[in-house]
């Protein structure tokens, strides 16, 4: 059995559940949900000997007494492990090279700027501290910049990787949904000024995996 140790309300946590969902995975079948009590846990002695930087989540492959951290870590290893589309095999070289090309993509010219925004707007106040507006501008700014290019990348394929949907589409999801309810990633719904990423942000918040994710948050 997959043991997911992490809370459905934390973003990193719910890239992979997005994910898992995404690949057809169950909850209670093929993967068990353990959601943290207080979030303290993580600072636990018990939780830093499986995820040493006291951050969430980590996986527990029961099957191959494994344990494995970093969300992207997580939704790659068990892509692997059954065998999803949604990861692209390393055999055909243009495609993988694609793929990882595209991770990086995201993790340096997205997440970067979408996490800072909102570590800044959002998460400041649940660490008691007032948000820096001007850093969040910063980046704000920043990230308008590159998601023009990624309108253009889409402007000539259909998803980040290539023609076919991968995990690294999934990758944008919480981040990418977050900034748009607070107001730092406006170009994820300027249909006027960005076509081809609305189209694609679109079609990405809408599939199942997501949908099914949000199934299981709180409804206010």
Same mark, same amino acid.
């Given at each position: ?6 809370? #459905?309300?934390?973003? /990193? ?5 997005? /994910?898992? *969902? =995404? ?11 353990a #959601?943290?009590?207080?979030?303290? &846990?993580?600072y636990k002695?018990?939780w +830093? ?7 969430? #989540? *980590?996986?527990?492959?029961?099957? =191959?007494?494994?344990?494995? *951290?970093?969300? !992207? ?17 390393? @055999? ?9 090309? $595209?991770?990086?993509?995201?993790? /340096?010219? *997205?997440?970067?700027? @979408? ?8 998460? $400041?106040?649940f660490?008691g !501290?007032?948000? &820096? ?7 704000? @700014?920043? +990230? ?5 290019v990624?309108? =253009?990348?889409?402007?000539k =394929? ?36 960005? #076509?081809?990423?609305? !189209? ?21």
């Amino acid at each position: 059995m997959l043991v997911l140790n992490g809370s #459905p309300m934390s973003t /990193c946590t719910g890239r992979v559940l997005a /994910c898992f *969902f =995404q690949m057809g995975l169950e909850l209670d079948k093929d993967f068990k949900l353990a #959601p943290l009590e207080d979030y303290a &846990d993580i600072y636990k002695p018990e939780w +830093l000997a499986n995820q040493p930087f006291g951050q969430m #989540p *980590f996986l527990i492959d029961e099957e =191959q007494e494994y344990v494995i *951290f970093e969300s !992207r870590a997580i939704i790659k290893y068990v892509a692997a492990k059954i065998g999803s589309p949604l990861l692209p095999k390393q @055999a055909d070289l243009k495609a993988y090279g694609n793929f990882e090309q $595209a991770c990086s993509i995201e993790h /340096c010219n *997205f997440d970067e700027p @979408a996490h800072s925004i909102a570590g800044e707007l959002y998460f $400041a106040k649940f660490h008691g !501290r007032e948000g &820096d507006v001007a850093l969040a501008d910063k980046n704000k @700014a920043l +990230l308008a910049k590159r998601l023009k290019v990624y309108d =253009q990348i889409l402007s000539k =394929q259909k998803y980040i990787a290539g023609d076919d949907l991968t995990l690294v589409d999934l990758f944008h999801l919480t981040y990418g949904n977050l900034n748009v309810t607070i107001g730092g990633a406006p170009a994820l719904t300027d249909a006027e000024g960005h #076509p081809n990423l609305v !189209r694609w942000w679109k079609e990405v918040t809408s599939l199942p995996g997501w949908v099914k994710y949000q199934e299981l948050l709180p409804k206010n």
